[in-house]
């Protein structure tokens, strides 16, 4: 589709609701009317397994279709793309993706492999969503060169926000030496605990620290056991539980998602004119 958008979910800190993030946003984005593409890029395949695909060892994946750019093999894409019963497509995960690394170091344009292997779809989505591993490694490296934007997960806890100045530095550096098209989206604040004022400080701490120049989405998706106990069975929060907190956050998240492109598109309309 013309006007697909292509984001990558990361924070090099680990548990902080990426995946999470990918699949909810994904779900709601579907809710909504829009036609979405999930890529998981995390050698753990989290993402694909909390979506219910097991035993996916043997399966092709996100590190196929990247072999095969390197290798300059020719290959199916549709053979790759997984089609979920709550409407939304997935390239699944990899170990792969782990052994992939060492192939990647030796290749020309290593950084834009993942791009050259996904360019074509964006003729077919409104949304690439891509899952990134916990690292800022040349699988991450190749998920930002690919992405027009990125959502940063924060967990509302003081180590996340430490370690939010670093990602938004390696951001602004594979902007200025990759890719140019490259901004970011927003920060999210997840696993917010409103029965403490401590999440709350760290909220402002990371408000006060950042929000004057990246935008802080205004929906804060709250912590739920039921997120755990929709991932065993292989389902969303809304096809697990459509009533809860969670599931109302991450429909209201995906709602500013989407203005918040209708925005920037609008601002960049009226400066043209």
Do not use: W
Not at 10 to 24: M, P, S
Not at 46 to 51: G, V
């Amino acid at each position: 589709m013309a006007n697909c958008k292509i984001t990558a979910i990361a924070n090099q800190k680990g548990g902080v609701g990426k995946t999470t993030t990918a699949l909810h946003l994904s779900v709601a984005l579907a809710r909504l009317g829009k036609k979405v593409l999930l890529v998981d890029a995390d050698p753990q395949a989290d993402l694909t397994i909390s979506m219910g695909y097991y035993d996916m060892d043997n399966a092709l994946n996100i590190a196929s279709i990247m072999k095969n750019v390197i290798n300059h093999n020719s290959f199916n894409l549709n053979d790759v793309i997984l089609h979920h019963c709550e409407g939304i497509d997935l390239i699944p995960g990899s170990i792969e993706l782990a052994e992939l690394t060492l192939l990647l170091g030796k290749s020309n344009y290593r950084e834009c492999i993942m791009k050259q292997g996904l360019e074509k779809l964006r003729d077919n989505y409104d949304y690439i969503l891509i899952d990134c591993m916990p690292s800022l490694d040349i699988i991450t490296v190749n998920a930002l060169a690919f992405a027009d934007d990125v959502v940063i997960p924060v967990e509302a806890q003081y180590l996340s926000a430490r370690a939010t100045g670093s990602l938004i530095k390696t951001i602004k550096s594979i902007n200025k030496d990759i890719n140019p098209s490259l901004k970011i989206k927003g920060l999210l604040f997840t696993m917010v605990d409103n029965r403490t004022t401590f999440s709350e400080r760290i909220v402002d701490i990371i408000k006060n620290g950042y929000g004057n120049y990246v935008n802080i989405f205004n929906t804060k998706i709250p912590c739920a056991i039921n997120v755990a106990r929709a991932t065993l069975n292989g389902k969303s929060i809304f096809d697990y539980d459509k009533n809860s907190k969670v599931a109302t956050a991450y429909l209201q998240f995906a709602k500013e998602f989407v203005l918040n492109e209708t925005n920037r598109k609008r601002s960049v309309s009226a400066q043209c004119r």
